[in-house]
């Protein structure tokens, strides 16, 4: 895989919930379990995202059960995979679920052959049934114009190999937007798979007519990482200490101007944030050095020795790719040889890992209960409001709908109290004065009044099925850590089956304990106990 990647698409993943050990971000369409098959899943998609890629990427809702969406920059990318026991009646009514827009691209397993339309050998009813609903979608197949006749799925059938062209890039957009396309399906990697990796590059004009709502053309900033480990050292931190007093002193000269003598026009903020900004990446820069981020096939347990074997292995597949005749049986079984040798220090070093991994929660409590934690929010899939047309969209529209919910229409129904507050002001005085106290309130409070969306329940698409958090939270917080000293002082101690907002108290924290007192009552009388749980209300 080129290293310059920025989205891969897999299929058939197997995946039905969770995610995968990598640090490149990820979109999924989970799979169905497979009944009687130990958990296993059957189809799934999954998009990994590069960490370097320069442009914005969200998930749009899934329009059926065999489709990932994604919104990349301002194109719209449909990832299919149509399992072979699909009707062509069925995959037809799956396809024209799915928004063409301008702009599109489909890619994915169609299981469709077209025969002579592109080099394939043979044709099949899926991929006749397909031919109308590509012409009246205007879509055209880059395979035919960038990789014909070249095969996309290999596989044996009576000790025979068998070529055909089934996974497809299919696009609605003009020549004249889609500059220096290239399409290369690699034959001589090794991925244990029948599909080969399919490489789609090109460079993206968008019509000179076109009008982006979306607003997110532009590409987004890496994220910068150090070597904060450094700081640890007197010497790394006595320099970036010296490093930032000597860029950041032409900001405090012009900050300190500003407050003896503030100008008439007031200075932009973002501008000043920026310029702060710039002092602290020059000074980490300067003094404990940029850190580089891991590679995407990255592995804790990945060591030269599982590298050597893993070039050794793709190398011996590339001659047998291109070995003839009786020089096949060779190639094929150094291949296999080498494939084995590969396999076997994967799982030994994976090995390894585990029973490492497993000592260290042994040996320390706090590592248990992160892994645990980490294990349940990996589980759980935080939804979170999209719109086709991009994020700026999906702004947009989450602030209409809460503009509506929160417009004070019934505020003036409300009953209000009759005696006066404790500051001897009536609400009345106050209504009275609404014009002129209400833009002194938001100089005081707007930053805390803004809120954020949190998912609930229901459809994803809809902005009612989110909740506005408003960020006075963070005030009930510092509240809440203001007081709790004084309240832990008088308060009594908690009892050890009790839980509550205390450290070592949390619901997790019980749960271990409720496991540690069920198996000492089993060691005690070698049977399980009954345990009721109680909600009380």
Same mark, same amino acid.
């Given at each position: 895989?080129?290293?310059?990647?920025?989205v891969?698409?897999?299929?058939?993943?197997?995946?039905?919930?969770?995610?995968?050990?990598?640090?490149?971000?990820?979109?999924?369409?989970?799979?169905?379990?497979?009944p009687?098959?130990?958990?296993?899943?059957?189809?799934?998609?999954?998009?990994?995202?590069?960490p370097?890629?320069?442009?914005?990427?969200?998930?749009?809702?899934?329009?059926?059960?065999?489709?990932?969406s994604?919104?990349?920059?301002?194109?719209?990318?449909?990832?299919v995979?149509?399992?072979?026991?699909?009707?062509?009646?069925?995959?037809?009514?799956?396809?024209?679920?799915l928004?063409?827009?301008?702009?599109?691209?489909?890619?994915?397993?169609?299981?469709?052959?077209?025969?002579?339309? $592109?080099?394939? &050998? =043979?044709?099949?009813?899926?991929?006749?049934?397909?031919?109308?609903?590509?012409? /009246? !979608?205007? @879509? %055209?197949?880059?395979?035919?114009?960038?990789?014909?006749?070249?095969?996309?799925?290999?596989?044996?059938?009576?000790?025979?190999?068998?070529?055909?062209?089934?996974? $497809?890039?299919? &696009? =609605?957009?003009?020549?004249?937007?889609?500059?220096?396309?290239?399409?290369?399906? /690699? !034959?001589? @990697? %090794?991925?244990?798979?029948?599909?080969?990796?399919?490489?789609?590059?090109f460079?993206?004009?968008?019509?000179?007519?076109?009008?982006?709502?979306?607003?997110?053309?532009?590409?987004?900033?890496?994220?910068?990482?150090?070597?904060?480990?450094?700081?640890?050292?007197?010497r790394?931190?006595?320099l970036?200490?010296?490093?930032?007093?000597?860029s950041?002193?032409?900001?405090?000269?012009?900050?300190?101007?500003?407050?003896?003598?503030?100008?008439?026009?007031?200075?932009?903020?973002?501008?000043?944030?920026?310029?702060?900004?710039?002092?602290?990446?020059?000074?980490?820069?300067?003094?404990?050095?940029?850190?580089?981020?891991?590679?995407?096939?990255?592995?804790?347990?990945?060591?030269?020795?599982?590298?050597?074997?893993?070039?050794?292995?793709?190398?011996?597949?590339?001659?047998?790719?291109?070995?003839?005749?009786?020089?096949?049986?060779?190639?094929?079984?150094?291949?296999?040889?080498?494939?084995?040798?590969?396999?076997?220090?994967?799982?030994?070093?994976?090995?390894?890992?585990?029973?490492?991994?497993?000592?260290?929660?042994?040996?320390?409590?706090?590592k248990?209960?992160?892994?645990?934690?980490?294990?349940?929010?990996?589980?759980?899939?935080?939804?979170?409001?999209?719109?086709?047309?991009?994020?700026?969209?999906?702004?947009?529209?989450?602030?209409?709908?809460?503009?509506?919910?929160?417009?004070?229409?019934?505020?003036?129904n409300?009953?209000?109290?009759?005696?006066?507050?404790?500051?001897?002001?009536?609400?009345?005085?106050?209504?009275?004065?609404h014009?002129?106290?209400?833009?002194?309130?938001?100089?005081?409070?707007?930053?805390?009044?803004?809120?954020?969306?949190?998912?609930?329940?229901?459809?994803?698409?809809?902005p009612?099925?989110?909740?506005?958090?408003?960020?006075?939270?963070?005030?009930?917080?510092?509240?809440?850590?203001?007081?709790?000293?004084?309240?832990?002082?008088?308060?009594?101690?908690?009892d050890?089956a009790?839980?509550?907002?205390?450290?070592?108290?949390?619901?997790?924290?019980?749960?271990?304990?409720?496991?540690?007192?069920?198996?000492?009552?089993?060691?005690?009388?070698h049977?399980?106990?009954?345990?009721a749980?109680?909600?009380?209300?």
């Open positions: 895989m080129p290293m310059n990647t920025h891969l698409l897999v299929t058939e993943t197997w995946l039905t919930s969770g995610s995968f050990p990598t640090n490149w971000s990820q979109f999924h369409l989970y799979g169905s379990k497979v009687g098959a130990f958990n296993r899943g059957s189809g799934g998609i999954t998009a990994f995202v590069s370097s890629c320069p442009f914005s990427v969200s998930q749009l809702p899934s329009y059926n059960a065999h489709t990932l994604l919104k990349v920059g301002t194109l719209t990318v449909h990832c995979y149509l399992p072979p026991p699909l009707s062509s009646d069925k995959v037809l009514s799956l396809l024209r679920s928004p063409v827009t301008s702009d599109t691209i489909l890619c994915g397993d169609f299981n469709a052959r077209f025969g002579s339309l $592109l080099g394939d &050998t =043979n044709a099949n009813p899926r991929g006749t049934s397909l031919l109308p609903w590509l012409e /009246e !979608s205007s @879509l %055209s197949i880059l395979n035919e114009s960038l990789a014909f006749g070249t095969p996309t799925f290999t596989t044996f059938r009576r000790q025979q190999e068998v070529h055909s062209i089934i996974d $497809l890039f299919l &696009t =609605n957009i003009g020549e004249a937007a889609l500059l220096h396309p290239q399409l290369v399906v /690699e !034959s001589d @990697l %090794s991925l244990g798979s029948d599909h080969r990796l399919m490489v789609l590059t460079e993206y004009v968008p019509p000179p007519d076109d009008t982006l709502g979306s607003g997110n053309s532009g590409g987004l900033a890496p994220r910068r990482q150090w070597k904060l480990s450094k700081l640890r050292k007197k790394p931190l006595g970036l200490r010296e490093s930032f007093r000597s950041v002193a032409p900001l405090v000269g012009s900050l300190s101007g500003l407050v003896s003598a503030p100008p008439g026009v007031c200075p932009d903020i973002d501008a000043l944030n920026d310029s702060l900004n710039q002092c602290l990446y020059e000074s980490l820069d300067s003094s404990i050095g940029v850190k580089s981020g891991r590679p995407g096939h990255w592995k804790k347990y990945w060591t030269q020795e599982i590298e050597d074997a893993a070039r050794e292995r793709d190398t011996m597949y590339s001659r047998w790719r291109w070995a003839s005749r009786f020089a096949k049986v060779e190639t094929w079984n150094l291949y296999q040889a080498a494939h084995r040798r590969f396999r076997s220090l994967v799982q030994a070093a994976k090995r390894r890992s585990w029973n490492q991994f497993c000592s260290d929660l042994e040996k320390d409590f706090s248990a209960t992160a892994a645990i934690k980490r294990i349940k929010r990996n589980k759980e899939c935080s939804a979170t409001y999209s719109h086709p047309d991009g994020p700026t969209a999906s702004v947009n529209t989450m602030a209409s709908h809460l503009a509506s919910v929160y417009d004070g229409s019934l505020l003036n409300a009953s209000r109290p009759t005696a006066p507050q404790h500051l001897t002001l009536h609400p009345y005085c106050l209504c009275s004065l014009s002129a106290l209400s833009g002194r309130i938001h100089q005081l409070y707007g930053d805390m009044l803004k809120s954020f969306p949190i998912y609930k329940k229901g459809d994803v698409s809809d009612a099925n989110f909740r506005p958090i408003s960020l006075t939270s963070v005030m009930r917080k510092l509240f809440e850590f203001s007081l709790m000293p004084a309240l832990d002082e008088h308060s009594p101690a908690l050890v009790q839980g509550g907002f205390r450290p070592q108290r949390s619901p997790l924290d019980q749960a271990l304990c409720l496991h540690d007192l069920m198996h000492d009552y089993f060691l005690t009388h049977h399980y106990p009954v345990v749980f109680l909600d009380i209300k």
